[in-house]
């Protein structure tokens, strides 16, 4: 996924919002304001009631 040059100024995007369970700041998910990594989201999800559309 690094495809592009790392930004400087961008302040918002990725790599910003840390994980608020962990503290990672890779990949965290800002959507449904539950500002979690990918993984805390995917043992959360199910908790919050989201499900995984199969
Ligand atoms: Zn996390």
Do not use: H, N
């Not at 995007?13 to 449904?32: H, L, N, T």
């Amino acid at each position: 996924m690094a495809k592009f040059k790392q930004p400087k100024q961008y302040r918002y995007g990725r790599g910003v919002q840390e994980c608020r369970r962990c503290g990672s700041r890779d990949a965290v998910i800002q959507a449904y304001g539950v500002y979690l990594c990918r993984q805390c989201f995917r043992e959360i999800a199910a908790t919050l009631g989201f499900r995984k559309y199969s």
